[in-house]
């Protein structure tokens, strides 16, 4: 069955810092990724989508890359601040049905 | 303003009644999902819909039911048969996903969802 992985440990990190956090994907070959962004209590806000033909894209002090051989996405943020700090969410296409699934996330902490 | 909208933020429940969330968009999107989060834990797709009067089951829908009789609104039923309700529940919409790239860019917009408790 197809599955998502994202580390389940938080992410510490110090401001000013890059923070990368990994997305891993198993039995499906998707077509785009996206990323999202969730505050505690809230519903989680669109950051960048990543197409299978793009290598890396790019939005201010977010960067994406897409990794189709390796199954991967991994998502960095530079000098980051405590204002980054939140859970981030990696939702590969599934390809059937417009399903949207999402990993279970990782949680960013950066100190200042 | 548009946007998707879910009422109420917050519902008590007694053990043993069915509950219906509420969810409405205004951004004419023709896909809509219902997800569950628990503490601590990642989005759990309970239904999705892409058309009126359609709609799939996702990965968790045993113990919900929706309905889609209009493309703004996609409300969710918990019922009695759902054994641990207590959570929060998110919905969305998108546009359709497009299934292979170039395409247009699409985004899912999330409601400021609704807690559900158990009492």
């Known amino acids: 069955s197809q599955k998502i992985e994202q580390n389940s440990e938080a992410l510490n990190i110090q401001e000013g810092k890059t923070a990368t956090l990994t997305c891993n994907y198993t039995?499906?070959?998707?077509?785009?990724l996206q990323w999202y962004r969730q505050d505690p209590g809230r519903g989680p806000v669109f950051l960048l989508l990543?197409?299978?033909?793009?290598k890396e894209k790019r939005k201010e002090r977010l960067k994406v890359t897409f990794d189709t051989t390796l199954k991967q996405s991994l998502f960095h943020i530079t000098a980051s601040q405590p204002a980054d700090s939140a859970t981030y969410l990696c939702a590969p296409h599934t390809g059937g049905y417009n399903k949207l699934i999402f990993g279970a996330g990782t949680r960013l902490a950066v100190h200042p | 303003d548009g946007g998707i909208t879910q009422s109420p933020k917050y519902l008590f429940r007694k053990e043993g009644q069915n509950v219906t969330l509420s969810c409405e968009q205004n951004?004419?999107?023709?896909?809509m999902y219902w997800y569950r989060q628990d503490p601590g834990q990642g989005l759990r797709l309970i239904y999705y819909?892409?058309?009126?009067?359609?709609?799939q089951k996702g990965d968790i829908a045993e113990g919900y039911s929706v309905s889609r009789e209009k493309k703004e609104s996609f409300p969710l039923t918990v019922t009695s048969a759902q054994k641990n309700p207590t959570a929060f529940y998110l919905c969305?919409?998108?546009?359709?996903?497009?299934?292979?790239?170039?395409?247009?860019?699409?985004?899912?917009?999330f409601g400021q969802g609704t807690r559900l408790t158990v009492v």
């Open positions: 990543i197409r299978e033909n793009e």
């Open positions: 969305a919409s998108s546009d359709l996903l497009p299934l292979t790239g170039p395409g247009r860019n699409t985004e899912a917009f």
């Open positions: 039995n499906y070959s998707p077509a785009y």
């Open positions: 819909s892409q058309i009126v009067n359609d709609f």
């Open positions: 951004l004419n999107h023709d896909a």
